[in-house]
């Protein structure tokens, strides 16, 4: 069985994936490479997928796998994502920004640059503020147990069930959003990208919103209207907006959220493999699966096209 990897792993971890299968680490690789491969492990071009002739299984090191469909793959060849890897990381991620825009960080930075002693007489706390969180999977469930042990109060809101999942102190479903936007001094979006979660943050949703409210995204950027987003900073309705993702990647340079004041960007860098205990839970994750793989059983997070966004 040959195991192509597109992630690096150490010479022990290259040593336990070789008891399975012939092992090549390459950074990217071409029709050529993938043709006689047994399983993928990493993300690759999702066209380049079809050469695979021999290609069985598929594990991406995203979470999301937006990307691809299921025409991409050779028939009977199964994709799994990443999901439950990157909770931790990002959610840390999130408490930072959270935390940085209720203490006017971006403020601070900018002044010590000039050497100018500016406070601000007002700050808001985690403590006793109420978070309405977009998506209660690995990454909003990580950030709501963050919040509630700073002492916020915690609403989930997810596509179907109500049913309530560990860290949330209430659960909704998404057609209910709009009734609990003006409760949230803090609205956090986790959601995947899919055609369900397609503006769903649009004007309406944005101006019920609290002024003086923050908003942070670290799902996808299709899931805020960006030109609505615009509009209402433009009328200083929130107190702070942090997003890590966009419309579109990069950023355009002359996009007008670089601009103001109280939005803090960051490059798309919440959720990366930065850090050990990141690659550590990937990495036992495939080990993990190609132990299923091996021995006929189901592996993990396998992408069910059909069911699309599920949280």
């Known amino acids: 069985m040959k195991i192509i990897s597109l992630y690096n792993f150490d010479e022990t971890k290259q040593n336990q994936i070789r008891s399975y299968g012939t092992y090549e680490y390459y950074k990217s690789i071409n029709e050529a ?100 969180i977009l ?8 950030y709501a147990s963050a919040i509630k042990a700073l002492g916020g109060y915690t609403i989930g809101v997810r596509k179907r069930s109500r049913d309530l999942v560990e860290g949330f102190d209430e659960m909704f479903t998404i057609d209910e959003l709009d009734t609990l936007l003006p409760r949230a001094d803090v609205v956090v979006m986790a959601l995947p990208k899919h055609t369900s979660t397609n503006a769903v943050m649009g004007l309406k949703q944005l101006e019920l919103m609290k002024k003086g409210s923050y908003l942070l995204n670290v799902g996808r950027g299709n899931a805020i209207d960006q030109d609505a987003l615009i509009r209402v900073l433009e009328k200083n309705h929130f107190g702070g907006v942090h997003l890590d993702v966009y419309e579109e990647e990069p950023l355009d340079a002359k996009s007008k959220l670089w601009d103001f004041d109280n939005v803090v960007l960051t490059p798309h860098v919440s959720g990366t493999f930065a850090n050990k205990e990141t690659r550590r839970l990937f990495e036992e994750l495939v080990l993990d699966n190609l132990e299923r793989f091996s021995s006929g059983e189901e592996l993990r997070n396998i992408v069910d096209f059909k069911i699309g966004y599920r949280q």
């Not at 998506?135 to 990580?142: I, Q, Y």
């Open 33 to 132: 490479q993938i043709e006689d491969c047994d399983i993928l492990i990493g993300n690759t071009k999702p066209e380049l997928l079809k050469y695979g002739k021999n290609l069985k299984w598929v594990q991406l090191y995203s979470a999301g796998n937006d990307n691809y469909t299921e025409d991409d793959l050779p028939q009977d060849a199964v994709l799994t994502n990443a999901s439950g890897t990157f909770g931790r990381t990002i959610s840390e991620h999130l408490v930072l920004y959270t935390l940085a825009l209720m203490r006017n960080m971006k403020h601070y930075a900018l002044t010590q640059e000039e050497h100018k002693w500016e406070p601000i007489h007002k700050t808001q706390l985690i403590y006793g503020s109420t978070f309405v």
């Open 135 to 142: 998506g209660t999977g690995d990454l909003g469930a990580h």
